[in-house]
């Protein structure tokens, strides 16, 4: 079974980026609005266990790190995406590093970009009419992360939360 590790924003920022996922995102309908912390993995039942276990330790010595949206980018020309960028800040890259380094699975194939996808599978044309137009329009928000959430995909391609874990630390 496929699982990952995310964060979800509050409603406020999710709403936000809904209402361009709706119009941009053939995913919108498959997975709420998230930055994704450690990308897709395999496991089974059995190892998935161990996974959530190493989670919680995770989780206990990491607190709430601090969220802030504050441009609109793309991951152009390597793929078509648009997203809200995430500043990166310590807590996040040290929470990153250990969900991804000497973790279950395998280390990313990319460097870590904190992003929110709000538009992707556009072609050329779409990306370039679109990336200038929300650029203008920009985005700016701020918010308190304290929860990380394990997700397995389901059948239909649509994921779905396995477990929700706080951040309970004071790193």
Do not use: C
Not at 10 to 32: C, F, M, V, W
Not at 80 to 109: S, V
Not at 115 to 126: C, D, N, P, R, V
């Amino acid at each position: 079974m496929k699982y990952g590790i995310v964060a979800f924003p509050s409603k406020e920022l999710q709403d936000l980026a809904n209402g361009y996922r709706k119009r941009y995102d053939p995913h919108y309908a498959k997975i709420t609005p998230h930055m994704t912390i450690k990308g897709v993995f395999d496991a089974n039942e059995k190892e998935i266990e161990d996974v959530a276990r190493k989670i919680k330790s995770v989780t206990e010595n990491h607190g709430p790190f601090e969220l802030t949206v504050s441009k609109i980018s793309s991951f152009a020309p390597i793929t078509n995406a648009i997203y809200f960028k995430a500043e990166e800040n310590e807590a996040l890259l040290n929470l990153h590093k250990d969900l991804n380094y000497d973790f279950f699975g395998k280390q990313p194939d990319y460097a870590f970009v904190p992003h929110i996808t709000i538009a992707q599978k556009l072609s050329s044309g779409e990306h370039d009419d679109i990336i200038g137009q929300l650029k203008m329009i920009g985005v700016n928000h701020t918010e308190t992360i304290n929860r990380l959430h394990l997700l397995y995909q389901l059948e239909d391609g649509s994921w779905t939360v396995f477990e929700t874990f706080r951040l309970e630390g004071n790193k």
